[in-house]
């Protein structure tokens, strides 16, 4: 699966992006699934029917799917490309051996603690009330969050080329879709702190999200499942359930507390990708310039801006003839709106 994968999105997106993508495809296909699976079997058949080989199967695979969202959380923290890219969101995790240790073991435990709530809530739903149910509310919840994405205007993914993007709009499509079932699972299933990022889910939205799974979703559907199933063991459950919501808190406390200082505002900065491209990208210099408008989406072009930029270097661009320019290239690839006057005027 990470093969198709990676041979699908390779021309747009970057191999770092990919390595975290695949990890996540991982997570979400295989570890979640089990993990679901093996729940909704125990709450079916009763507790009293689960074998040690099972329980530590459950456990096992609940294990798995913490250690792979932490060691994405590490690996894009800790990556000196990935901050340079983009330095306000990646880049938390203190270089000091024991404010990193600190950091990765509170994280470790919000991570399992959010995947166990998760995992176990709909799981209990699923087996109370049905896979057809379950999985009903689950694409309720996604055409909710695309509709926010939709009115934000945030919805195309960000890493598709102009030539892309003008030229094979079903393909754009297809990635956007594909992504954005990704980031919405990744938000389900391990609230990754990368997908707060701009062009993920900007960290609102990041907030809201995971704020409202793991604070009111997760227990309402624990507690509907509770009410109708009734299984013996309800005072148990409710006690471990609580336990894991109190822990995840105190556990997201703790990571907070330990980062770095100047990325707590990242959690909460109302900051979307084309504000983003406005503010930070676009002041970047000549050469990032360029670049960015070969490789991102001119969705979300600041189309004044970029307009400008084009007057002020087109003529010299094309007395100069650099590798990367070839004027009826770029005539063909930018929207109409970003091209400058003179253009038109030839």
């Keep these: 699966m990470c093969t198709i994968f990676d041979n699908l999105l390779a021309f747009v997106v970057p191999h770092s992006i990919i390595l975290v993508l695949t990890k996540g495809a991982e997570l979400t296909f295989e570890c979640y699934p089990q993990l679901i699976i093996q729940l909704a079997s125990a709450f079916l058949q009763g507790f009293d029917n689960i074998t040690s080989v099972r329980a530590s199967s459950i456990v096992f695979s609940l294990m798995s799917a913490t250690f792979i969202v932490s060691n994405m959380f590490y690996d894009l923290h800790t990556s000196s490309h990935m901050h340079r890219v983009s ?58 969050y695309n509709a926010v994405k939709m009115i934000h205007r945030e919805w195309y993914f960000y890493l598709i080329p102009p030539t892309v993007w003008k030229h094979r709009r079903h393909m754009a499509i297809f990635v956007s879709i594909l992504t954005t079932i990704f980031i919405f699972f990744g938000l389900t299933c391990s609230a990754l702190p990368m997908l707060r990022v701009p062009g993920f889910a900007d960290p609102r939205m990041y907030l809201i ?6 604070l009111l979703l997760n227990p309402c559907l624990f507690y509907l499942s509770l009410r109708e199933s009734g299984w013996n063991e309800v005072r148990l459950l409710v006690v471990l359930f609580a336990s894991m919501m109190i822990c995840g808190i105190i556990a997201l406390i703790c990571a907070l507390r330990s980062i770095k200082r100047e990325y707590l505002k990242s959690f909460v900065t109302r900051n979307s990708y084309r504000m983003q491209t406005r503010s930070i990208y676009w002041d970047e210099d000549y050469e990032q310039r360029v670049k960015w408008l070969t490789k991102h989406n001119p969705y979300y072009f600041p189309a004044d801006q970029v307009k400008i930029f084009l007057s002020r270097h087109w003529e010299q661009w094309k007395r100069d003839r650099p590798a990367w320019f070839i004027a009826d290239e770029w005539e063909k690839m930018l929207p109409k709106e970003c091209l400058p006057d003179l253009v038109f005027g030839e």
């Design 87 to 144: 330095p306000s969101y990646y880049g938390m995790i203190s270089s000091r051996t024991v404010d990193k240790l600190k950091t990765m073991l509170s994280a470790f435990a919000f991570f399992l603690c959010y995947i166990a709530c998760g995992t176990v809530s709909f799981s209990a739903f699923f087996a109370t009330f049905g896979g057809f149910v379950a999985f009903a509310l689950l694409a309720a919840i996604f055409i909710l």
């Design 209 to 214: 999200y995971v704020s409202f799974q793991y």
